[in-house]
């Protein structure tokens, strides 16, 4: 049985073969398109004349075969591209949301829009920087709690959750952030670079024990990961 990292890249693999199958389509129905088209032309036409009806009708024909080509092959290319990211079933293919009748329906509508990408953003940054084979809970979007902010929170246990934001630097980068949080103070969060560590702090505080200072911290005031507590 595949696992769901090669479940993933095979279906990415899957939806850029499809796309090019979909490109060499609809250049090959513009190529026959204008070889059958001018030839009648040329009967009637100057040389000059016929190749720019033949180029006209070529489009003509390329724009109906990649319209027609995207709709039957649509389905497969969204479903393709969910299990690509590791979505969840129809995350593509759900209904539109109706159309806002009023301004508080609309932001009602883009909270909820917002709620549902910080949910999705936290799934996917967890397996660019957490988990890379994409099999842990965390990497499920429905187990997340996205908020308006962009950010969202993971329940682990009574009094315990990781919280997820997308921080973005003076280059334009954006990273993403894990923080373990356990209380309501600033000194109790832990900053998560791994699930080995996350492991490794939920174990500690399980048994009342400290968390061992990580190799690379500073004495810069920064106190995340030094303590269990």
Do not use: C
């Not at 479903?79 to 990211?85: A, H, N, Q, T, V």
């Not at 997308?166 to 952030?177: M, P, V, W």
């Not at 699930?195 to 500690?204: D, I």
């Amino acid at each position: 049985m595949m696992n769901n990292e090669l479940r993933q890249a095979t279906a990415r693999v899957g939806a850029e073969a499809l796309s090019l199958v979909k490109v060499a389509a609809v250049l090959l129905v513009a190529g026959i398109t204008a070889d059958l088209a001018y030839s009648p032309m040329r009967h009637s036409l100057s040389a000059h004349d016929s190749r720019i009806g033949a180029a006209v009708l070529a489009v003509i024909f390329a724009i109906g075969a990649y319209q027609f080509l995207d709709w039957t092959t649509s389905p497969i290319y969204k479903r393709l591209r969910e299990l690509s990211f590791g979505w969840p079933i129809g995350t593509l293919t759900a209904s539109p949301a109706p159309a806002a009748a009023t301004l508080d329906d609309g932001i009602a509508l883009v909270a909820d829009a917002a709620v549902q990408d910080a949910a999705a953003r936290a799934a996917y940054g967890v397996m660019v920087t957490l988990d890379d084979s994409g099999n842990s809970l965390l990497s499920h979007a429905d187990r997340w709690q996205g908020f308006e902010n962009g950010e969202a929170r993971y329940h682990l246990a009574p009094g315990l959750a990781l919280y997820f934001r997308a921080i973005e630097s003076h280059y334009g980068t954006t990273t993403n952030e894990f923080t373990l949080l356990s209380g309501d103070g600033e000194d109790d969060s832990v900053e998560i670079t791994s699930l080995a560590q996350l492991h490794q702090h939920l174990t500690a505080r399980a048994a009342g024990l400290p968390v061992a200072v990580p190799v690379d911290a500073t004495d810069d005031g920064d106190t995340r990961g030094l303590s269990a507590a």
